[in-house]
């Protein structure tokens, strides 16, 4: 029962573009930061994007973040085999005080 | 380069307390632009954070978990640590210790994760 909701699942053959929302509320997205994650099969969540469409060092400029209102998204472009993988977004939620991560999203590459 | 290492017991039995400890090196435990955190994943499902420690020993629990779960701090020895108490199945998990960015609330690195499975 997570406080921010993405798809379960987007899909796209290689080398085209997948877009994964999160909405949430007011006491969440829309007044706090946002970042994504990525977790490979096995593996750790590794940071993709911060503070709502930065990139950490390393991170490919196809990945790409934005964010409206109590929604934000992550984008991939030049979708690779190595992109499969679950996708969180998460920020700080006011009214709880605490941290809420999406529900995850299971990108499949055709 | 900062690492985070998960260490405790992989079996837990039900109605008992989980304890696990988060060494940080090739960093400080006491920054101020960062807090700390842990996280769980049940198998086949997604992540939850369950709480965070800052350096000067401030707590931030989930609220579904503040009675359940505690998280305390040694500055002395660089490790963060996690009790939860009165285990049952649905705490079987992958449990993640992490850094976070304080302010910008994000994290930047991860432990590798250890899987504590509950039964009897």
């Known amino acids: 029962q997570s406080v921010l909701t993405q798809p379960p699942s987007v899909s796209a053959a290689p080398g085209q573009k997948v877009t994964i929302s999160c909405s949430g509320s007011?006491?969440?997205?829309?007044?706090?930061?946002v970042s994504w994650y990525q977790q490979l099969p096995g593996t750790a969540p590794k940071l993709l994007i911060y503070e709502d469409s930065k990139r950490p060092s390393g991170i490919p400029d196809r990945l790409s973040g934005s964010k409206s209102g109590t929604s934000a998204s992550l984008g991939i472009t030049g979708l690779q085999t190595g992109d499969e993988a679950d996708y969180f977004c998460g920020t700080w939620d006011t009214s709880l005080r605490a941290f809420v991560f999406g529900t995850g999203t299971k990108v499949t590459v055709l | 380069q900062l690492h985070l290492q998960e260490s405790g017991p992989g079996l837990v039995k039900p109605s008992e307390t989980l304890s696990l400890t988060c060494t940080v090196s090739g960093g400080s435990i006491s920054s101020i632009s960062h807090y700390w955190a842990w996280i769980r994943q049940p198998p086949g499902r997604g992540v939850e954070w369950i709480g965070s420690v800052y350096y000067n020993g401030d707590t931030y629990y989930k609220p579904s978990l503040k009675d359940k779960v505690s998280i305390s701090v040694d500055t002395s020895r660089d490790q963060f640590y996690l009790k939860v108490i009165s285990v049952s199945a649905p705490d079987t998990a992958v449990y993640y210790c992490a850094r976070f960015r304080a302010f910008s609330d994000y994290s930047d690195m991860w432990g590798q994760g250890i899987l504590v499975t509950v039964s009897s």
């Open positions: 007011s006491s969440n997205i829309g007044s706090k930061y």
